[in-house]
């Protein structure tokens, strides 16, 4: 700005300066014209009078002036030459010579003669004859030369001070613009200073003090929308939801943190077509049905091996501008609750089939004794019987799935602190008690630990490793059980010398009603190691099962 100020200001001032130098030479030149003019006249005349006095011959009058500058020629009546200063050759005709024809008047040319530039002017002396008298223009044209060469030195020193001057005043001036420009800088960058009133012009004054204004306006609000901006991106990426916004050609214009993992995303996708990033047709034929038939989608999608609720909504938002987004889709990671559900759905229908068998015994049973078809005490005794231990299963069964339900749905805890090497041993006893026919040895190491937790839950997990223990165990085997504290872990072992599982098999005997081998199930109810497996998760413990068939199973629980 400041170059093209001085550049547009010097041009001017060089156009007004040529303007100023044309008019003066044209000025000089009719000063000089009339200075000629005036000039050859009086020569004229002063020749003039000394031709009239003079007696003798005109060749003799003629070479007084052959030392002079002056060129003197004496033409008879009809211009041809008598005599002349610097022409011996008498007889020329001269008669059609401009200053001949235009009497008075002063001519400029070339002499012929003598090869110089003279100035000439002529009269008629009253015997008719006529009187011409010629000087070098070349006084003149010094003149000239120096009257230029004044011009232009006069040009070269204004020129001079004015451009310093304009620099100096540029400066003044458009200094305060360098600090406004600053200010914009900073402001882009989201900082805001404040501009010095000190120019000594008070216009500039008053535009800094409104850019003053402008600038802190501006930051306020700049602060504002990126406080909303950082807000809304916040509880954005808090959602545990993958969101993600289009504008009218597909492009990505706002991710949020799930969508990042999801999609692997970057800055350099925004602004880029969905396709770059997303792999799912039925999502790219949801985001294209949105933009071009304004449809909304809902629907279960897979990705990456889980489920996803997936809504893919148009966004109505009045506004010409095509930054703005189009398109919403939002993600909600449902694996669990789809499997959680497909698990509830199983369990039912295990629940059911399990519950089946022994309902259709009883009712066998008691319409044997209904249709009066057995008779006999001892019959009915044993009958009697077989329907207590069908009813004991069911019961146990209906435990087992309450607990589980339980232990999946908890609500709210009951934690307190319990002695578990009190519980272990109390099962221990109890346990030993129901299968002494056995004769299986049990060899315990146990600890006394405090743990805060509720005693239902570690009643049930060391009562159904236990007992499996001793459902798996041929008779006269021994079983390990060991409780220890151990960098205050919880360490709980039970180890049998049982029929063991085979290996494809042991991922899968934590699963509800899974059975290794039901022939030797002795009326459990298949959810017992289920149970242990989600009183462990309750408590953020790990269980590893280590077992070779025919040689025993050993189960750990660290909590």
């Known amino acids: 700005m400041k170059r093209t100020i001085i550049r547009k200001n010097m041009l001017?001032?060089?156009?007004?300066?040529?303007?100023?130098?044309?008019?003066?030479?044209?000025?000089?030149?009719?000063?000089?014209?009339?200075?000629?003019?005036?000039?050859?006249?009086?020569?004229?005349?002063?020749?003039?009078?000394?031709?009239?006095?003079?007696?003798?011959?005109?060749?003799?009058?003629?070479?007084?002036?052959?030392?002079?500058?002056?060129?003197?020629?004496?033409?008879?009546?009809?211009?041809?030459?008598?005599?002349?200063?610097?022409?011996?050759?008498?007889?020329?005709?001269?008669?059609?010579?401009?200053?001949?024809?235009?009497?008075?008047?002063?001519?400029?040319?070339?002499?012929?003669?003598?090869?110089?530039?003279?100035?000439?002017?002529?009269?008629?002396?009253?015997?008719?004859?006529?009187?011409?008298?010629?000087?070098?223009?070349?006084?003149?044209?010094?003149?000239?030369?120096?009257?230029?060469?004044?011009?232009?030195?006069?040009?070269?020193?204004?020129?001079?001070?004015?451009?310093?001057?304009?620099?100096?005043?540029?400066?003044?001036?458009?200094?305060?613009?360098?600090?406004?420009?600053?200010?914009?800088?900073?402001?882009?960058?989201?900082?805001?200073?404040?501009?010095?009133?000190?120019?000594?012009?008070?216009?500039?004054?008053?535009?800094?003090?409104?850019?003053?204004?402008?600038?802190?306006?501006?930051?306020?609000?700049?602060?504002?929308?990126?406080?909303?901006?950082?807000?809304?991106?916040?509880?954005?990426?808090?959602?545990?939801?993958?969101?993600?916004?289009?504008?009218?050609?597909?492009?990505?214009?706002?991710?949020?943190?799930?969508?990042?993992?999801?999609?692997?995303?970057?800055?350099?996708?925004?602004n880029k077509n969905s396709y770059n990033f997303i792999r799912e047709h039925k999502l790219e034929t949801a985001i294209d049905e949105a933009l071009n038939l304004d449809q909304t989608f809902h629907q279960d999608i897979k990705i990456n091996d889980s489920f996803y609720d997936t809504f893919v909504l148009p966004l109505h938002v009045e506004s010409s501008s095509n930054d703005l987004a189009k398109v919403l889709v939002t993600l909600n990671n449902v694996s669990e609750e789809r499997q959680l559900g497909q698990m509830k759905k199983d369990f039912i229908s295990h629940a059911s089939h399990e519950l089946k068998s022994p309902l259709a015994a009883i009712r066998g049973y008691a319409e044997l004794i209904q249709l009066d078809m057995i008779k006999k005490p001892e019959e009915i005794v044993d009958i009697s019987s077989k329907i207590v231990e069908q009813t004991m299963f069911m019961n146990a069964l209906v435990e087992d799935m309450l607990m589980l339900s339980r232990l999946e749905n908890i609500k709210e805890e009951h934690f307190e602190v319990?002695?578990?090497?009190?519980?272990?041993?109390?099962?221990?006893?109890?346990?030993?008690?129901?299968?002494?026919?056995?004769?299986?040895?049990?060899?315990?190491?146990?600890?006394?630990?405090?743990?805060?937790g509720d005693p239902i839950d570690f009643t049930k997990l060391f009562t159904n490793l236990i007992e499996n223990a001793y459902k798996y165990s041929p008779n006269d085997k021994s079983i390990y059980v060991t409780l220890e504290n151990k960098n205050n872990t919880m360490n709980f072992s039970v180890k049998d010398e049982g029929i063991g599982i085979d290996k494809e098999q042991q991922h899968r005997v934590f699963e509800r009603f899974y059975r290794v081998d039901k022939g030797r199930l002795d009326g459990g109810t298949g959810l017992g190691l289920a149970i242990v497996k989600h009183i462990v998760i309750k408590y953020n413990g790990d269980i590893k099962l280590t077992s070779v068939l025919q040689k025993g199973t050993e189960i750990k629980i660290i909590i």
């Open 12 to 270: 001017l001032l060089l156009s007004a300066l040529i303007v100023f130098f044309v008019i003066a030479i044209l000025s000089v030149y009719q000063i000089q014209k009339k200075h000629q003019l005036s000039m050859m006249s009086f020569l004229l005349d002063e020749v003039e009078a000394s031709y009239e006095n003079f007696d003798q011959t005109d060749t003799d009058f003629v070479r007084l002036f052959a030392q002079t500058q002056r060129r003197i020629t004496i033409l008879d009546e009809n211009g041809f030459v008598l005599a002349d200063t610097h022409d011996d050759a008498v007889g020329k005709d001269k008669s059609q010579r401009p200053e001949i024809l235009d009497l008075g008047s002063v001519q400029s040319r070339k002499s012929d003669t003598i090869g110089v530039e003279l100035l000439y002017i002529a009269t008629r002396l009253d015997n008719d004859y006529y009187l011409r008298v010629s000087i070098p223009i070349e006084t003149q044209i010094s003149t000239y030369n120096q009257a230029i060469i004044v011009f232009v030195l006069s040009i070269m020193i204004i020129s001079m001070i004015y451009y310093i001057g304009l620099k100096k005043i540029n400066e003044n001036l458009l200094k305060p613009w360098d600090k406004v420009i600053n200010g914009l800088t900073l402001l882009n960058q989201g900082k805001y200073q404040m501009m010095t009133l000190n120019s000594e012009y008070p216009e500039i004054n008053n535009i800094l003090h409104e850019m003053n204004q402008i600038n802190y306006d501006t930051s306020t609000n700049l602060t504002h929308i990126k406080n909303y901006q950082k807000q809304s991106n916040e509880i954005l990426n808090e959602i545990k939801q993958v969101i993600l916004l289009f504008d009218h050609h597909k492009n990505l214009i706002f991710y949020n943190s799930n969508a990042k993992s999801l999609f692997d995303l970057n800055d350099e996708l925004l």
């Open 418 to 452: 319990i002695d578990l090497s009190k519980i272990l041993i109390k099962v221990i006893n109890s346990l030993k008690q129901v299968y002494k026919d056995k004769h299986i040895k049990l060899i315990s190491e146990i600890e006394e630990i405090n743990y805060v």
